[in-house]
């Protein structure tokens, strides 16, 4: 009985981590569009990550509201 009430436990927590993790992946993807790495230095990746940086502040904004 014990075990039973752990694992149902365990299964919430690993639920939450999931997505916990799974919201932070974006930003990291940005550094291999395409499947392929190139410069920070190239313009369609800093407007890329410029455009991401935007998308967080505007989510943070409507959040804080």
Do not use: S
């Not at 075990?3 to 299964?11: C, D, F, K």
Request: hydrophobic fraction near 35%; avoid cysteine; aromatic fraction near 4%.
């Amino acid at each position: 009985m014990q075990l039973i009430i752990q694992n149902m436990g365990m299964e919430k927590i690993h639920a939450t981590l999931f997505e916990k993790e799974k919201g932070k992946q974006m930003d990291q993807t940005v550094l291999f569009l395409g499947r392929k790495g190139w410069h920070l230095t190239n313009k369609e990746a800093i407007q890329e990550r410029g455009r991401l940086a935007e998308e967080k502040k505007a989510k943070e904004a409507a959040k804080e509201r």
